[in-house]
């Protein structure tokens, strides 16, 4: 079968090769109800879950992308769509139930009801386990869609029991291409989409954003201000600082508002009814409420730091990586071209098995950090700036 260009399935950058798959099963030919959609950070994992709700919600099954099922399944609004988008470090067994409940729905006004939970790696053991029922038989016209970045961050049983998609990061010149069809300067989009390293939605900023520009610069100056240890805890400092406030900027307005409604939903503002008009009664309850919600905005802000974080290794390691190609005369395009004069300082002032085992650190933290281990953000960052300062090897 041949899938015609367009509609839902052109948001799908560099993903040609499961096109087709998702839009047979759209189609009802091998369809199946429990999907498994899997690649890493900037592949479009969510985006491709919700290109593919999209089809299977349109009026044609052909994912359109301009009836109103698709716009509604676009836009997340739709009524048989439910989109589970984790805001702290994990997913808990209460957040499990709750889905399964959602999932039992019968759909309303579309084909199929359909969860999509999003960082399905975040799910705990207890939760993951809930589920496992619902993705061997879901409920009759219910499509569940995991999302993750690879098959092992799931339990095997949990694997087992779903449909596999596995997604691919587009090239840079696929990047290249989208910017520059929307409206960016052919330059400057080549350079964020080679900077981005296959993120579509990173390369946007870089592209359109001089503060995003801005604090790539400052991650990447990072190893050219390790010279001593005072500098070097010094430079992992601000970098922790600066990926707190950007955490905490991105979260401001919508604590302000969350806090907001919730104290107006538990002042009990009444009026006319004898206490005399305005007068407030106190809510049981209130102050578990509050707690409640500092509580997830407390986790939600720790995710964030760790995000952005993550993405300041994965610059730092390309860096590196940038470094070790110049050593060993590899005939590979720079990630950073433009810091050519510092990575060619590095590589000549270094080997190439220290130049490998500074990545292997850079990696090594990340995976700390993307693990929810033990350690403290701040403290994984000081401990790789220390290690990245010594003469490994």
């Not at 840079?172 to 964020?192: C, M, Y």
């Not at 905490?248 to 009990?268: M, W, Y």
Request: aromatic share 2%; charged share 20%; with cysteine.
């Amino acid at each position: 079968m041949t899938i015609a260009p367009g509609g839902v399935w052109a948001a799908l950058t560099g993903q040609h090769h499961v096109v087709a798959m998702l839009a047979e099963a759209a189609l009802g030919e091998s369809m199946t109800p429990s999907w498994l959609i899997t690649g890493p950070a900037g592949s479009g994992r969510s985006v491709v879950a919700l290109a593919f709700a999209a089809a299977l919600q349109c009026a044609t099954s052909t994912g359109c992308g301009h009836c109103p099922a698709c716009e509604a399944v676009l836009g997340r609004v739709h009524a048989d769509l439910v989109v589970i988008n984790p805001e702290g470090l994990s997913i808990g067994i209460d957040d499990a139930r709750q889905i399964v409940r959602q999932a039992a729905t019968a759909p309303g006004v579309g084909r199929y009801r359909i969860v999509i939970i999003e960082d399905a790696d975040r799910l705990t053991e207890e939760a993951e386990n809930a589920l496992l029922k619902t993705l061997e038989e879901p409920p009759h016209r219910t499509v569940m869609m995991l999302c993750a970045p690879t098959p092992g961050d799931m339990f095997p049983t949990t694997a087992s029991r779903c449909r596999q998609v596995p997604l691919r990061l587009p090239s840079s010149a696929d990047l290249t291409a989208v910017l520059v069809g929307e409206g960016i300067d052919p330059a400057i989009a080549a350079f964020a989409s080679r900077a981005a390293q296959g993120h579509l939605g990173r390369a946007r900023r870089l592209a359109t954003d001089e503060a995003a520009r801005s604090r790539r610069a400052d991650v990447l100056r990072l190893p050219t201000r390790l010279g001593g240890l005072s500098d070097a805890l010094a430079a992992a400092a601000d970098l922790y600082e600066a990926a707190a406030e950007e955490s905490q900027a991105s979260f401001a307005d919508r604590d302000v508002v969350e806090l907001a409604s919730l104290e107006a939903t538990l002042s009990g503002v009444r009026s006319g009814t004898g206490r005399g008009a305005g007068s407030s009664v106190k809510v049981r309850g209130a102050a578990g409420a509050l707690k409640d919600l500092q509580k997830r905005q407390k986790s939600r802000a720790n995710r964030g730091v760790r995000d952005v974080l993550d993405h300041a290794l994965v610059d730092l390691a390309a860096w590196y990586r940038d470094v070790l190609a110049m050593q060993v005369g590899a005939d590979v395009e720079a990630i950073h071209d433009d810091q050519h004069t510092a990575m060619g300082k590095a590589a000549r002032g270094s080997r190439p098995e220290q130049t490998l085992a500074r990545i292997e650190a850079v990696l090594a933290c990340r995976r700390s950090l993307l693990e929810y281990t033990g350690i403290a953000p701040q403290l994984a960052i000081e401990a790789l700036a220390v290690k990245l300062r010594q003469p490994i090897g």
